[in-house]
């Protein structure tokens, strides 16, 4: 079945260093979800990318899909200590269920 | 409520015992998910349910957990039965079909 996988799964920046997440899935998507969970939180939506090579920017974050639409990527520029949590892309599996990656944890440090 | 509500928020069982676990949606959402979680980990998707569709059941690990969703709404998650390894948060979330998914807080399952 269709997988998706995120790199790294940790990441530790020191605040002002920018961060970036990598999303890979097995299969082409019909579209991609973000989404940000904070410690002890659940997860909350960021953002839909829907066409192939679609760049969008929401401040300080910019989501990328890929072209071939079987990749996308979270880049966070000047990380500031609000940023810490555990970033998820998840991809439709059948139907309208979402399949989410493992994650990538990022820790900020003043 | 203006957000997705479970219960309980915590909840420890004796192995072998059964739990409940209640998701109240956002009204008007008719896709209702149940995902869980364990300890520093990914989201697992377990059951699905819209409109008044047959469940995907899919992604149930056993037939030890089961769930329902009455009149459209509420939804309850069951474990018989449980194990160790159903210590979890179990998740819930709703969206508009097609739409992104709005979680609840979770219910955190702790089994001895």
């Known amino acids: 079945g269709q997988q998706v996988m995120q790199i790294p799964q940790y990441q530790h920046v020191q605040e002002g260093e920018d961060f970036t997440t990598y999303c890979n899935s097995s299969t082409t998507l019909s579209n991609i979800q973000w989404y940000k969970q904070r410690p002890g939180g659940h997860p909350v939506f960021l953002i839909q990318l829907v066409k192939s090579g679609e760049v969008k920017k929401q401040k300080r974050l910019t989501f990328q899909f890929g072209e071939a639409k079987k990749n996308s990527s979270l880049h966070i520029t000047a990380t500031q200590t609000t940023d810490v949590g555990t970033y998820f892309c998840a991809g439709p599996n059948s139907g309208y269920t979402l399949n989410f990656g493992k994650g990538t944890s990022l820790l900020v440090t003043p | 409520g203006a957000g997705v509500s479970q219960s309980p928020s915590n909840k420890v069982t004796e192995k072998g015992k059964d739990v409940e676990l209640r998701c109240d949606p956002i009204?008007?959402?008719?896709?209702l998910y149940w995902y869980r979680q364990s300890l520093g980990q990914g989201l697992e998707f377990l059951i699905y349910f819209q409109g008044n569709s047959a469940p995907d059941k899919s992604g149930l690990p056993s037939d030890r957990f089961s769930a329902e969703r009455t009149g459209g709404s509420v939804s309850t998650l069951t474990i018989q039965r449980t194990q160790q390894e159903d210590s979890a948060v179990y998740l819930c979330?709703?969206?508009?079909?097609?739409?992104?998914?709005?979680f609840g807080e979770g219910s955190r399952l702790t089994v001895l």
């Open positions: 979330a709703s969206s508009p079909l097609g739409a992104k998914m709005f």
């Open positions: 009204s008007g959402h008719t896709a």
